[in-house]
């Protein structure tokens, strides 16, 4: 019996797999399949009406940063920022140049809309830690405010991905407020840090 088996082990092993076997489609059905997905693609990779939210901040602003965390807020500190287009209507690049605490701050961030997620998206890093912090988040129905919710780690307390929220307020044309938002504070006076932004006159 053993040996039967022995030699049936070489004729499986030589035998053909039988598997069921499925048509190719059409050439012509292959290619309006591809024209198909080629235009739903459309929606989640050309620049639309969120996009154009961006152009808000371009230019050369005069800034304020002040921390308003505490019973007596802080003097505010002056700086500079521009906003300038890192990929033509899809992603701005921003940087800020100034004081916090009397200490040199320069912040960079990138901010751009995301079709597929149908948010915001903001990273930003400065000198002043070594961390990569991101936010999401979307304009207020009225269109007057970008809010954005993220994490970050507080070494000072060790704390660990932290919620915070960035409140952009969209003043008028020539004016904005960012908003830094401590959320573990509690529902209300939460608010650490502010920027202000002054565009630049004649630059528009």
Known sequence: MMKALLL????????PLLTPSSPSPPAAAQEMDIAAMMEKAKKYTQPG???EVLAKFIGDWETTCQITMGPEPAKPESGTSRFEWKVKGRWIEGTFTGSMM????TTHSWL????LKQSYVDTRISNADTAMNSAEGDMT???KSLILYGTLDEYLTGE????VKYAWRFVSDDEMVLEVHDLPIGEVNTKVLEFRYRRVKGDK
Request: charged fraction near 20%; hydrophobic fraction near 40%.
């Open 8 to 15: 049936a082990v070489p004729a499986l092993a030589a035998a």
């Open 49 to 51: 009406e969120h996009h």
């Open 102 to 105: 009397g200490m040199p701050l």
């Open 112 to 115: 751009g809309y995301d079709n």
């Open 141 to 143: 129905p009225d269109g």
């Open 160 to 163: 660990h991905d932290k919620m």
